[in-house]
């Protein structure tokens, strides 16, 4: 069955970095596009970055472009993502997702979700 699995979670403090990392299995990788989806305790699911199947098409939640960088590794089955200059409001939860299409990633297509890796990012 399809599994994802994030890491890389931590503490760090503003203007520091992290990457997260979610394995994935259980299902064509290099096949489907992947999102990263973010969620503050007590509040709602936000958008942050997804890739296409290929790795060639990215994109950016405002909060986080220029700061955070998506990437796959196709031949490891390996989503990525790079935060670096983190802010306290980059606090969360942090979920990679499978979508059911190559280069298409609204919430609707989302068919997998991971378990999560908490960031907290504090001084």
């Known amino acids: 069955q399809v599994q994802l699995v994030e890491s890389g979670g931590g503490l760090v403090q503003p203007g520091g970095s992290l990457r997260l990392s979610c394995a994935a299995s259980?299902?064509?990788?290099?096949?489907?596009?992947m999102t990263w989806v973010r969620q503050v305790p007590g509040k709602g699911l936000e958008w942050v970055s997804a890739?296409?199947?290929?790795?060639?098409?990215?994109s950016y939640a405002d909060s986080v472009k220029g700061r955070f960088t998506i990437s796959r590794d196709n031949a490891k089955n390996t989503l990525y993502l790079q935060m670096n200059s983190l802010k306290l409001e980059d606090t969360a939860v942090y979920y990679c997702?499978?979508?059911?299409?190559?280069?298409?990633?609204?919430?609707?297509?989302?068919?997998?979700w991971g378990q999560g890796t908490l960031v907290t990012v504090s001084s």
């Open positions: 259980g299902f064509i990788f290099s096949a489907y596009a």
């Open positions: 997702a499978k979508s059911l299409y190559d280069s298409q990633w609204y919430f609707e297509a989302l068919d997998a």
């Open positions: 890739i296409n199947s290929g790795g060639g098409s990215t």
